[in-house]
């Protein structure tokens, strides 16, 4: 009892004091459960292959149990959805915060061969396995970055977590609680204007961020071409609040940035309006233009 009651001790002041890196132990914690009660390791899905509209995706459990739901495709399904109603062939898609590809894959099954999909993912070994994703489908086209991004060109240190979590990746300083960085990754960095200004991208319809916490640079880094671009893409963006203070950031001068920009922001059904300034997690928010929004048939 006394054990339990420490590890409830110690699950209570992470909460209060690291809520993102107790965001990520949940998750494990929860998924360690599911699967001791639930058990289901498909034959195929071990090291295997998946196939949504005759693109593939290489599966490998091994390396994350996250994979398991890619396999089942219940992995992110909101942001699927939400592709899905936004995404049309012949479109362009920036996945920025890749990781191992399984959106930019899901984003090349929905643009199609006349589409594109640029995909921008520091981490060595996981630009790696988003490289498997431009192999196994040579009949379409995904360009892969690895760099990162940021509002300024040069060189930064990514932390890689040592948990089985391999989207717990951050540029944030002193973000990941020490004890849970396996490695400090010197990368290089650019911007998004930079390289779209060398870069053809035509129909830019949807951009993805997903930088835990580092997303506010990121969007700086594309001021000059949202400030010219018509029309604006929409753009689904995870934000966390709990990485601002670090970066010396409010989520006001985001508010302000966005809606200076000419975006409104919304869940990811795109039913109800979110106020940035009020989040106190990670949340996954939709900004659209206010054309966007006045043409937008709910589904």
Same mark, same amino acid.
């Given at each position: 009892m006394e054990r339990l009651l420490n590890k409830s001790r110690k699950a209570l002041v992470l909460a209060l004091t690291d809520p993102l890196e107790f965001g990520h132990r949940l998750r494990l914690f929860l998924n360690e459960t599911i699967q001791r009660r639930f058990p289901r390791k498909p034959e195929s899905a071990k090291s295997g292959k998946i196939r949504r509209n005759g693109v593939v995706f290489r599966i490998d459990l091994a390396l994350d149990p996250v994979m398991e739901s890619m396999y089942f495709r219940t992995y992110q399904s909101d942001l699927v959805a939400l592709m899905e109603r936004i995404l049309r062939p012949g479109d362009s898609f920036i996945d920025v915060g890749a990781n191992v590809g399984y959106v930019s894959a899901i984003a090349l099954s929905l643009v199609g061969r006349k589409g594109q999909v640029h995909a921008f993912e520091p981490v060595p070994q996981y630009a790696d396995r988003l490289r498997h994703v431009q192999q196994d489908n040579p009949r379409y086209n995904l360009q892969v970055n690895p760099v990162a991004l940021s509002d300024q060109p040069g060189i930064a240190t990514i932390c890689v977590t040592n948990l089985p979590n391999i989207g717990w990746n951050t540029m944030v300083p002193q973000f990941m609680g020490r004890s849970t960085v396996q490695a400090e990754v010197d990368v290089s960095v650019t911007t998004l204007d930079r390289y779209l200004t060398t870069t053809t991208v035509p129909n830019l319809r949807l951009i993805k961020i997903d930088t835990e916490g580092y997303e506010f640079p990121v969007l700086k880094g594309l001021q000059t071409t949202l400030s010219s671009c018509d029309p604006l893409p929409a753009l689904v963006v995870e934000i966390a609040?709990?990485?601002?203070? +670090? $970066? !010396?950031?409010?989520?006001?001068?985001? *508010? =302000?940035?966005?809606? +200076? $920009? !000419?975006?409104?922001?919304?869940?990811? *059904? =795109?039913?109800?309006?979110v106020e940035i300034t009020e989040l106190t997690q990670t949340t996954d928010v939709v900004f659209l233009s206010r054309a966007f929004i006045s043409t937008y048939e709910p589904q």
């Open positions: 609040p709990a990485a601002y203070p +670090n $970066l !010396g950031m409010s989520l006001a001068e985001l *508010a =302000i940035f966005m809606r +200076n $920009l !000419g975006y409104q922001s919304w869940d990811m *059904a =795109i039913a109800h309006p």
